[in-house]
Every structure is written in C-alpha cells, then in structure tokens.
C-alpha cells in the first residue's frame, strides 16, 4: 500500500494519512470575515472524503492585511467561536485543521472602504506605522534590489 494512507506524526498531531488539502482561499467567509455555514459545509465533506489534514484558506490576522472579499479572518477573540466550530467538524470526521495565517502586506486591499483611511499608512514589519509622507512600497521577490534601504 502507498505511504500515503499510512498514519504519520506532526510533532503532536497525529494524521490519519498524509493526504493534505493545501491551504485554499475559497471566498465564503461572510463579509466581515466569519466562519460560515457554507464553510462548515465545504470542510466537512474534504474531511469526509478522507484527507488527513486540511489547511484553511488565507485568514488576515490584522484589519490592514486584507486581501480579498469573503476573506476568512482571525483579528480579535470574537472569531474563536466559528473556527471552533469549524475545528469540531471536521475534528469529528476524522480529519486534523490548521489556520494559515497571513498578512497581505503591499499587496493589502481593504474591500470595506470605511476601512480604507484608517488604515492607509504604511507598516514596518515589526508593525509600527511608517510616517505618512514614506511611500507605501515594501519589497517583494520581484522588485527586491539589495542594495536599496526600504524601512527608513
Ligand atoms: C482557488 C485557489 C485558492 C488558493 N488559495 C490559497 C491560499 O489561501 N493560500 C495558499 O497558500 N495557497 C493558496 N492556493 C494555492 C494552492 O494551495 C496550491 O498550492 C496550488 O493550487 C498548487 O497546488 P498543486 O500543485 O497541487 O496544483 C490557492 C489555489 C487556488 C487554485
């Protein structure tokens, strides 16, 4: 039988099989960023067919690293319940759920524009507020010259 129906160990979760749905925006958060029931429908039938792990989709852990509408959030306690609920679902069927966190970064777009103002500067990446006159320009793969000091 293939490696891949045995059970294996992540440090101290054990997986059933080494079948891993990899982490997967799927645009059903609700529009503030909950857990819905569309989500718990999704995750339970992955869990059901048999996957060992599912990751969920990119979840923004601060208000200015949204991405996307419908984007699963994780900014403050209140979110703890849905994901609850979503982690005994799927739990119950047999499968493990890990969170991927994630912050947009440059590439933030904030759906929700009464959100936008608030949250126009730019941040270090250790989270503190650039000056408003520093352009919003961080560096990625693409554009990342070395020789360049982007964090003043
Ligand atoms: C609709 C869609 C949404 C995705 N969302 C995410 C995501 O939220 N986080 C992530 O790391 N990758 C995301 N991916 C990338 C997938 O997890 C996966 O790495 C990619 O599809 C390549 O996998 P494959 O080589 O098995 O096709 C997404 C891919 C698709 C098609």
Redo the contacts with the bound molecule.
């Keep these: 039988m293939s490696i891949l129906f045995e059970p294996m160990k992540i440090m101290h979760m054990d997986l059933r099989n080494r079948f891993v749905r990899?982490?997967?925006?799927?645009g059903c958060a609700n529009k503030n960023g909950y857990v819905t029931e569309n989500q718990m429908d999704l995750y339970s039938v992955l869990a059901e067919g048999g996957v060992g792990l599912i990751?969920?989709?990119?979840t923004y852990v601060h208000p200015t690293g949204q991405i996307s509408s419908f984007q699963n959030s994780i900014v403050g306690d209140e979110f703890i319940h849905g994901f609850k609920r979503l982690t005994a679902a799927v739990h119950s069927r047999g499968a493990k759920i890990a969170v991927?966190l994630?912050h947009a970064g440059r590439e933030a777009r904030f759906p929700d524009s009464s959100q936008s103002a608030r949250y126009k500067q730019s941040l270090k990446p250790t989270g503190q507020c650039l000056p408003n006159h520093v352009p919003t320009f961080t560096p990625k793969i693409s554009t990342f010259n070395p020789s360049i000091s982007y964090i003043p």
């Excluded at 990899?22 to 799927?26: M, N, V």
């Design positions: 990899s982490a997967t925006y799927d990751i969920t989709g990119i991927q994630f």
